[in-house]
């Protein structure tokens, strides 16, 4: 077994950077420590570079992880952009139906107005038709004596005040 001093020699050796090579060690060391020595740089050059290999991979998954963030933040911000744009479109499709709505509404007004305006024309021709009618009918029924007097009904001397 190895005393404290010659334990405490090869613990700042072993923690060496990988260049160091193997003329470094004392040469009172005995064989048996070379080996160890030798076998212990082999298991740390193996180390460092399973360690160089995992910070490698540790980095490749930051910048992985990095980039699927930023992809996750472009999503989202056109999810955002996509919501609004659905909503301006609502809005629009709402507007335009509104819109079609108050159109239709107007015409039904014209139409309701166009067919009142007809039904009192309609109702007044129907009238003045009511009274020729009648006028006719006491021209035609009137006697040879209010025919040879030249008397005319009342109904008639009515329609020449209103014709004039």
Known sequence: MKDKSSLEKEIPEIREPEGVSSEKVNSNDNLEGKKLFSDDKIRIRELEKDLSQKESEIFF?????????????????????????????????????LNNYMELQRNHHKVEHRLFVTKNHLEDAHEELEFREKIIAELENRGLRDYILGRFPNSYQEYKKRDR
């Open 61 to 97: 998954f930051k910048e992985k992880i990095t980039n699927n963030q930023e992809i996750i933040l472009d999503v989202i911000e056109e999810k955002k952009l996509l919501k609004e744009q659905i909503k301006d479109f609502q809005l629009k499709e709402l507007d335009l139906k």
